[in-house]
């Protein structure tokens, strides 16, 4: 097949949606199979309504890939009869983030009529699936597949993790980038409360959302929290490894996550996950099993979680465990891989 993808930006972008697009495109072109990379800039959302004027739909293709997240630029080009067939692959919806009401009902009726612009989707996530029906209805074909969480293999062993469970310091970890979405204000404010001994490490990207960075940074050093949390910008390959064997608990506790790659691979380290009961995150963490679901913004209740995973290190090693069950349970990746690439197929 001859494939192209639409994207913003770099696919080397460090980021759970984009390793997705990534691994995706790796796959294909392993199975013989050559994938063009249709890179749009980066601007914001009006300047992206915009490309709707100039971008046209890239010729000699057999099927079209498109980032949902690229869906502002592309409703006029996919307008009429399309040249062969597009497909979304769809990680969320931005109307599904968290924001003022009248702006979600804005990007909601962009995205809707995008959706109903393509002729399939592939999905991320169960959750994401039933949001993009609940907007279009189930006409059209679609696949559910899972993003790659294998990229580092069984990472960690039974033994391991039992010894771990021993350090006497809570250590945390925090991924992702740092932008309000990723919900970084609710652990600082959850840490602010303890007075246990605690170790916080931020590894995600300071530059995606520049203000709110330096609001985090600044919350840090008013609360005295500076011998305790650490930023360490985006990390990748063994300094990641190295973050992940040395954390006790994974938190990311977002507004609203598509599905949350970052949490199974935390459980590929025997990370507990503590995400929130928005969107995907209950898809993947099993309340008090492998994990504990939030509400989000609520950071008394982080508090409180992070207070037992601390004090009962019989429960840390335990629910430790059972992560790394729950990872292993999880499909491989060129089993998802091999999925989507049939669901193109029948396409032709």
């Known amino acids: 097949m001859k ?154 062993s039974e033994s391991e993790i039992e010894e771990r469970g021993k350090k006497k310091e809570l250590n945390i970890l925090f991924l992702g980038n740092v932008i309000g979405r990723k919900g970084l204000h609710t652990l600082l404010e959850a840490v602010s409360f303890q007075r246990s001994a605690l170790q916080i490490d931020v590894v995600g990207s300071l530059t995606s959302e520049p203000k709110y960075a330096k609001q985090m940074q600044e919350f840090v050093m008013a609360n005295g929290l500076s011998p305790t949390v650490h930023f360490h910008s985006s990390l990748n390959n063994q300094p990641l490894v190295d973050k992940l064997k040395n954390a006790h608990v994974l938190v990311v506790p977002s507004s609203y996550e598509g599905f949350g790659i970052v949490y199974l691979e935390g459980m590929g380290f025997g990370l507990p996950a503590i995400g929130t009961t928005a969107g995907a995150a209950g898809e993947v963490i099993r309340d008090g099993v492998d994990g504990f679901l939030i509400q989000p913004g609520d950071a008394h209740s982080l508090a409180a979680k992070l207070q037992i995973l ?26 998802t891989a091999n999925q989507i690439r049939e669901f193109l197929l029948s396409f032709m």
């Open 3 to 156: 494939i192209g993808l639409v994207i913003y930006g770099s696919i080397d972008t460090l980021s759970g949606g984009y390793m997705y697009d990534r691994m995706m495109v790796e796959y294909l072109r392993t199975q013989g199979d050559t994938v063009e990379i249709i890179s749009m800039p980066w601007r914001n959302y009006a300047a992206h309504l915009t490309d709707n004027f100039t971008f046209k739909l890239p010729p000699d293709l057999d099927i079209l890939i498109q980032d949902e997240l690229n869906h502002p630029s592309l409703i006029g080009a996919n307008r009429g009869r399309h040249p062969y067939p597009i497909i979304s692959l769809v990680h969320h919806l931005r109307c599904s983030e968290l924001r003022p009401k009248w702006q979600n009902d804005l990007y909601c009726i962009v995205e809707k009529k995008y959706l109903q612009s393509v002729d399939g989707f592939i999905f991320n996530s169960k959750t994401t699936k039933g949001v993009v029906n609940g907007l279009i209805g189930s006409s059209k074909p679609d696949l559910v597949a899972y993003p790659p969480t294998d990229r580092f293999g069984d990472a960690i």
């Open 310 to 335: 601390n004090e009962r290190r019989d429960v840390l090693v335990q629910m430790s465990l059972a992560a790394r069950t729950r990872y292993l349970a999880q499909p491989k990746w060129n089993q």
